[in-house]
């Protein structure tokens, strides 16, 4: 039994809007791997919870009328992994979301949840970051969109507002077309852990493989927030394919990240493998867009 | 709390049921007190160690972090579902024995039932592969060598494979 004071079932969005507007003080639970985990250690025991898992209307992935990527919030990571368009324009979510804790946990682990969280470590987040998805909220007043590093506020605080609901994820065509990707999880254990720290890049190349036209970065647990990283970004972008640019992209991350000492592990050592990681996620998302060093 | 039961009615093991459920109450808390289902384990009870695994819908999660409400309107198999009319063991059970997959037996129905997931998919995974579908479960005795050999033996046999020892 979980210790809540109370549990309202929404079975669509405007149910589930009605009730956080009824109950501002309630928590929202979608999948709750780690809202019930968080009541039973104690952390939020005695709440009042918002049920939203069973409105299936956010559930599943399609491009939309402006051929963006649609993933409803509730959409899980092991379907986002299976998902046709996911593997055809976006792969690289699909294998980030596919390192999140272990099968049982991507079964129930909600996109909508990862974000919500306002988590640093998220595996989805990075790469979410990295690709400029869109955020889209749905409230009292109607739907909001907001770019998600604009999302995010502060370490475990997200942009949303009284009586609204995440309710999908958005990449933008712009995004998309013609990019390729690469993540990089680096923990202790291949199952079951949290990232260390993770790394996301994506590039789109000239037409001749040989210029690498926009170079994107993100990282999680390098800042209290997924960030990206700026100075790396402009260091890659209209630069020649070469092994001297991805040494230099790797190099300027530094400019951008400020990652903490936890017990998880030190910042210098962050800050060494985040080095290692643009090096080598820079690396794979050219050979993937099919360029060649 | 006003409402602290709820009619959930669903499908377990094949059998549409229905059940008055304290809205508090976990997916393992409802398989175990209400329907008597003891395969379903009560270990770490934060969805870390897949004891409580069982299949909703055809896919596997932990019952443990999965609110009983939430059954509504799913397809619920546990380990009871497997066996034969006359208790017999189904051919991923009889596996385990036969590899010595088991000792103390805790985590091993939360195996089983993703052994089924991976079965039921038809498909022949490497052996990273497997490993990495495995990964939702922790096994204190065995080292796991035997539990991978079990499932990987009956994911051959079922798709008609050849077995060899240095397979």
Known sequence: MYDMK??????????????????????????????????????????????????????????????????????????????????????????????????????????????????TSADSSSTLHAWEAVVELT??????????????????TVDIREGEIQTAILIPKASYENTYGYYWKYAMRNAMDIATTG??????????????????????????????????????????????????FALAVLEDINPRDSWRAGKAFRQHISVEMARRCLRASILRAGGAF | MKDQYRLVEFNLNGKDVSCMVDCRASLTDMLRNDYRLTSVKKGCEVGECGACNVLIDGECFNSCIYLAVWA?????????????????????????????????????????????????????????????????????????????????KTMYKRNGLEWKEDN
């Open chain 1, 139 to 156: 409230g009292p007043e109607g739907v909001r969109r907001l770019p998600i590093k604009d999302f995010y506020i502060k370490a475990g």
């Open chain 1, 6 to 119: 109370e549990l309202y079932e929404a079975f669509s969005v405007e149910e589930a809007v009605k009730l956080r507007v009824e109950h501002p003080e309630a928590q929202v639970i979608a999948g709750g791997s780690d809202v019930l985990v968080q009541m039973r250690e104690g952390k939020r025991a005695g709440k009042e919870l918002i049920s939203i898992y069973l409105v299936d209307e956010l559930r599943g992935i399609r491009i939309d009328e402006e051929e963006n990527i649609r993933i409803g919030s509730l959409t899980s990571f092991s379907h986002i992994t299976k998902d046709p368009i996911i593997q055809k324009y976006i792969n690289v979510l699909g294998e980030a979301v596919d390192q999140v804790g272990g099968p049982q946990i991507r079964n129930i682990g909600t996109i909508g949840g990862n974000t919500c969280n306002g988590v």
């Open chain 1, 199 to 248: 790394c996301s890049v994506n590039v789109r190349l000239s037409p001749d493989k040989k210029t690498i036209e926009r170079a994107r970065i993100a990282y999680g647990v390098a800042a209290p927030v997924p960030v990206r990283a700026p100075h790396a970004e402009a260091v890659a972008n209209g630069a020649p394919v070469s092994e001297e640019t991805v040494g230099k």
């Open chain 2, 72 to 152: 509504r309107g799913k397809k619920i198999r546990t380990l009871e579902s497997l066996l034969g009319p006359n208790g017999e063991l189904s051919d991923i059970q009889q596996a385990f024995v036969d590899e010595t997959a088991v000792q103390c037996g805790f985590c091993t129905p939360g195996f089983v039932m993703t052994a089924v997931e991976i079965l039921e998919s038809g498909k022949v995974y490497t052996d990273d592969e497997l490993r990495k579908l495995l990964s939702g479960h922790l096994c204190r005795c065995t080292g796991y060598e035997n539990i991978l050999r079990a499932v990987k």
